[in-house]
């Protein structure tokens, strides 16, 4: 694709775009209304249109009720989609809205129906419009927050959610290239104002991007970044699972660990690099646990206190260490740290 940030999208572009899509059987589109995700699902069905055979597109719209305009946004939506040929259904959030975390279930709810809906037409990927400047926003949102290697690596062009495959073929779009498609092609599009709404995060950072992009932190830099730090986090996995697969066969050796439970030698363990010793925590904890996922810094904290209860341990043979985290019961002793799940919280009252 060619260097332009403000040039339309040509239809060999969107063939490059969308091409590893081919032989799905059926794909939804997730399209709420505003530029980006119109501009998807306008890109979309012209290279569907262009292939002899092709995957059978879906354009789902979530209503989040959240808006007076939501729904004609949302009718608006199914006419331009029945006028490119597409199927298109629109999905309610219905229920009590949380008055705190507003974006964060918004997007659980929508992730959710828009996956119901796949499973419904058979579908194996959701195609979403997350673009260059938006991978550029999450990494800042992540480093603000303090996340590790994985989080940092941000949004991956392609992972699983709710049993099918989440795709974002625009993640190194740039945004203005995508208005510039729909302009040429004289598309309209909704102007959701929550995007500038400064009581949320993204928009807040969203308004700092032309001071950072001044000092050089553009969004196709900190893109840039996030893949770089993808590359390093995907190197990490894949020493990672070597270790697993080690203290696995020690495991089987010593005949210690029993169906739901994760046993490692604490010597073998404390003897791998700190990355790898969190990251096989967490792990273990994810899939013992039952009220998962395990947070990055309640992990260290854990990693550092079996690493003091383990020197401990070195010098008396006596100290032991037991500490529950998101559903799973970690523990301690004779040398051998256990994962296990934990007893269930007994409710009070």
């Known amino acids: 694709m060619p260097d332009d940030d403000h040039s339309a999208i040509s239809a060999s572009d969107a063939k490059a775009l969308f091409a590893e899509w081919k032989a799905a059987p059926a794909i939804v589109l997730a399209v709420s209304g505003g530029p980006d995700s119109v501009a998807l699902m306008w890109l979309a069905a012209r290279w569907r249109r262009a292939l002899a055979r092709g995957p059978g597109l879906i354009a789902v719209t979530v209503d989040h009720g959240l808006r007076p305009a939501s729904a004609r946004e949302a009718n608006e939506v199914k006419r331009l989609a029945q006028g490119l040929g597409l199927v298109h259904h629109t999905l309610r959030w219905r229920g009590a809205k949380p008055e705190t975390g507003l974006p964060a279930a918004a997007r659980a709810a929508r992730y959710r129906l828009l996956a119901k809906a796949a499973q419904d037409h058979g579908a194996s990927h959701i195609l979403t419009a997350h673009t260059r400047d938006d991978q550029a926003e999450t990494l800042l949102m992540r480093l603000l927050r303090g996340s590790g290697i994985a989080g940092l690596a941000a949004m991956a062009r392609q992972s699983p959610r709710h049993g099918v495959i989440l795709a974002r073929p625009l993640l190194q779009v740039p945004k203005a290239r995508l208005i510039a498609t729909l302009d040429k092609a004289r598309i309209a599009y909704a102007d959701d104002p929550s995007n500038r709404d400064p009581h949320f995060t993204r928009p807040r950072l969203r308004a700092l991007m032309p001071a950072l992009a001044a000092e050089g932190g553009d969004a196709s830099n900190l893109a840039r ?121 007994r409710r009070r009252g």
Do not use: C, W
């Open 225 to 345: 970044l996030a893949a770089r730090l993808a590359r390093a986090n995907a190197a990490v996995e894949v020493l990672a699972d070597g270790a697993e697969r080690y203290l696995a066969l020690r495991d089987r050796e010593a005949s210690q660990a029993g169906p739901g439970t994760r046993v490692f030698d604490f010597a073998a363990f404390a003897a791998l690099p700190e990355e790898i010793r969190v990251r096989l925590l967490q792990r273990a904890i994810d899939r013992l646990g039952h009220e998962g996922p395990a947070e990055l810094g309640k992990v260290e904290a854990l990693l550092s206190a079996l690493e003091q209860a383990g020197a401990k341990n070195a010098a008396s043979h006596r100290a032991k260490l037991k500490q529950t985290l998101a559903g799973a019961m970690i523990s301690l002793a004779g040398g051998q740290i256990r994962i296990e799940p934990a007893p269930p919280r």
